[in-house]
């Protein structure tokens, strides 16, 4: 039994901020649960959370609009975000984004299962792959409905110049199984597999580094979960007893608390533990993502951090139509959000001082 469980979120860049909410509400059916923003460095970026129904772990993907940076895809990433749908789904995909003039593959085969891999308007990667088994509840918006909605990750497909090295970190580190070679895709599972326990690797040796940093267009990093601070601690002592001596402290992320490794290969591995009231701890869990939230050792500065943050407008069909679910999943029923829990075992975050924005453009 490993130690981490399955995929917690998966962050990337995005470009602009309002093409990133369009395109992941409205083409894609996400549910915008979050609106908050960076929480480290010295410019205020938004960081964007979208998922499923029910705001779960396994289905959130957070981005960074960070348009004033070009980002450089290539190896040692993440390339590409793969989510499940019913089977025979791909073919409502195939046409849905043809319809929309998105840039897509059209249907693929890896493993046995069809794909669809398609490109955000930024240049990033995301995929819809059939699965009947997951039974996760999806959002659904006019287009989308519930029979070919999107359930949650399946998992990333991580690009890398060579596969020993990243595979045995996955295996011996995080408690993977290697589980097949299809093609240059080579899957890695958990706890028997699927949906949310599955990351893939690509191998491609000739292709060149991409950037490490924050950078429009390309991926930053994979969450996996490991329950609890208990947790995260036991992973960064595993870390260190096999040799990955670069395994960061553990961070407070509001939502989660998170400690980061990179790596053999370049690839980014954060794991996270969600804090008490997870995404529902500062606004009514059927409100979520309606306003921009900041942690309170930045609230002083809202008005400051405003004026560098491209305004945004919601979708009117962000907002929740499905009440039922999300009373029964998420832990503060009722919109009380839950008493923070300090982190226990020596968070630490980096004091950040705002003299630049991202957006370019003041807040009216
Ligand atoms: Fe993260």
Not at 214 to 233: E, P, S
Not at 346 to 357: D, E, H, K, L, T
């Amino acid at each position: 039994m490993s130690l981490v469980s399955g995929i917690h979120h998966v962050t990337v860049c995005a470009s602009g901020a309002q093409e990133d909410v369009d395109f992941l509400t409205q083409v894609f059916g996400q549910r915008l649960i979050k609106q908050t923003i960076l929480f480290d460095g010295r410019y205020a970026h938004y960081h964007l959370y979208y998922s499923n129904a029910n705001a779960e772990p396994g289905s959130v993907y957070t981005t960074f609009p960070y348009k004033r940076v070009p980002g450089r895809p290539g190896s040692g990433q993440i390339q590409s975000t793969a989510y499940t749908v019913k089977k025979g789904a791909t073919k409502f995909w195939d046409e849905h984004l043809t319809h929309h003039k998105v840039k897509h593959g059209g249907i693929q085969e890896r493993f046995g299962q069809k794909f669809i891999r398609f490109s955000h308007p930024s240049g990033l990667q995301l995929e819809v792959i059939e699965d009947s088994a997951d039974d996760r509840k999806p959002w659904t918006v006019g287009e989308i409905s519930a029979d070919v909605a999107t359930h949650g990750f399946h998992g990333p497909v991580a690009s890398v110049r060579e596969i020993p090295e990243t595979e045995r970190f996955f295996v011996e580190a995080l408690g993977f199984k290697k589980t097949g070679v299809d093609g240059a895709y080579h899957r890695l599972e958990l706890n028997g597999g699927g949906a949310n326990k599955t990351v893939v690797l690509l191998h491609e040796p000739d292709r060149p580094s991409g950037s490490w940093g924050f950078g429009a267009g390309c991926g930053h990093h994979v969450a996996l979960d490991a329950g609890t601070d208990k947790g995260l601690a036991e992973q960064k002592g595993i870390y260190e007893e096999l040799g990955y001596t670069d395994c960061s402290e553990i961070k407070d992320r509001e939502y989660f608390h998170s400690i980061y490794c990179r790596c053999p290969g370049g690839i980014l591995v954060e794991c996270a533990a969600t804090a008490a009231g997870g995404f529902s701890r500062d606004e009514p869990s059927d409100a979520l993502g309606h306003k921009l939230l900041l942690p309170p050792w930045f609230e002083e500065r809202r008005a400051e951090i405003m004026t560098m943050l491209e305004p945004i407008t919601i979708p009117e069909n962000n907002f929740p139509v499905h009440l039922e679910a999300v009373a029964v999943k998420t832990a503060t029923p009722g919109g009380t959000p839950a008493a923070a829990e300090p982190v226990s075992t020596g968070a630490s975050r980096r004091q950040a001082v705002f003299i630049g924005g991202d957006g370019g453009q003041k807040k009216q």
